[in-house]
Structures are given as C-alpha cells and as structure tokens.
C-alpha cells in the first residue's frame, strides 16, 4: 500500500469514528442514526449534522474547498503580508458563496459557521503566542480578530486602528508593525490548517 493510500485510508477511517461518536455514519447502508453521506471538512461535526438535507451542496461546496486548497498549496508563505493572507481566506469564503449561489440563506449560514471557526482558531493562536508580547499589541489584535469580517476586502493597517480605537489604546508607529508582523504569523497559522484535511480538529468550541 502506497503512503498516499495508506494516508487518505487513515483519515477515512478517523472520521468514520468521529461521525460514529455523533450518532452518524458516512456508509449509508449502516443502520442507526442519520446517514452522512458527504463528509466536508470546512463544517464542524456538531454543525454537520444539522446539514444533512443540503447534501448536494456540501458537495459542491467541497469541490470549491478542494480547488481551493490546490491553488494554495503551492503560494508563497513565508514573509508574507496579513493582508494577502487573509484576502486568500476571503477567496476560499467566496468560492463557499458561489458554491451555494442557488440558497443564499445557506450560503450565508455555511459562511458564518466557517468565519466563527476562523475566529476562533486565530484567538486561540494568539493565546499561544502572547507570552512576553507587550500587553497593547495583545489586545489590539485580539480586538482586532474580533471585529474583522473575513468575507470583506479590508486594509489590516486600518482595521487595526479600529481595534485600537475602540479599546482606548494609542499605538505607536513601532507597535502597529508588531501588530502585523504578530497576526501574519496567526493568520499563517490558521492558513496553514485550512491546507490539512481536517483544519478544525484542535480548535476548541468547533467541535
């Protein structure tokens, strides 16, 4: 068996046991509980299975994720802008959107679910990495990832002058470039899990 197949057969199998700890299957010939017949990894589990009539949909939204992660994987990351790191997340958002385009309200409900994930993921990357951080770059960038709207085109030097303002903090011109050398490293972070099969497995609350 090749390392590839060994791999993918790996992965199947560990999402059969989380999908089976649910109560869900994705064999739909297997008796008890519903029937997930599309696994998509962008939807929490707990999500997921609230999902199960839109099945052609997360499917498409699924091959929209998989072209995603093609044409990513092969993009510089190293030294590169928030900005450009979080107009390629805005990308994937798009694509979920278009994947969607015939139920809006659907397409705007699988955005949020993912957006919320994004959130979460990146505040609890900048958990890790604030140790010794001084403690106004810390805040404005959590406020910062709180209020950002990753489905928008924004300007991070600007979005992070809101954050700053709306928490009463005046940063200096050496703190802004720590703000964004700081959240390049979380969004690069978080970037890099949405390359992985299952991006949401080490994130609390997305589960």
Not at 63 to 81: L, P
Not at 106 to 133: F, H, M, P, Y
Not at 174 to 181: H, P, R
Request: hydrophobic share 40%.
């Amino acid at each position: 068996m090749s390392t590839g197949v060994y791999a993918h057969n790996w992965t199947y199998l560990g999402l059969q046991r989380k999908l089976r700890s649910y109560g869900h299957t994705m064999n739909p010939s297997e008796n008890g509980g519903d029937s997930l017949v599309v696994w998509c990894p962008l939807i929490p589990m707990n999500k997921l299975k609230t999902l199960i009539h839109h099945m052609v949909a997360l499917e498409q939204v699924n091959a929209r994720y998989d072209d995603w992660r093609a044409s990513m994987r092969t993009k510089k990351i190293v030294g590169v802008h928030v900005g450009v790191l979080l107009d390629r997340v805005r990308i994937l958002l798009m694509g979920i959107g278009i994947a969607c385009s015939s139920n809006r309200n659907l397409a705007d409900n699988l955005q949020a679910i993912i957006t919320d994930c994004l959130r979460r993921s990146c505040l609890e990357s900048l958990e890790k990495v604030q140790e010794g951080k001084n403690a106004d770059v810390v805040n404005v960038i959590r406020k910062f990832f709180e209020l950002i709207r990753f489905t928008r085109d924004i300007y991070p030097e600007e979005e992070a002058e809101k954050a700053a303002m709306a928490i009463g903090i005046n940063m200096s011109t050496q703190n802004q470039t720590v703000v964004m050398d700081l959240s390049a490293t979380i969004v690069k972070a978080v970037y890099i899990r949405l390359l992985s099969p299952d991006p949401w497995q080490f994130t609390n609350d997305c589960e």
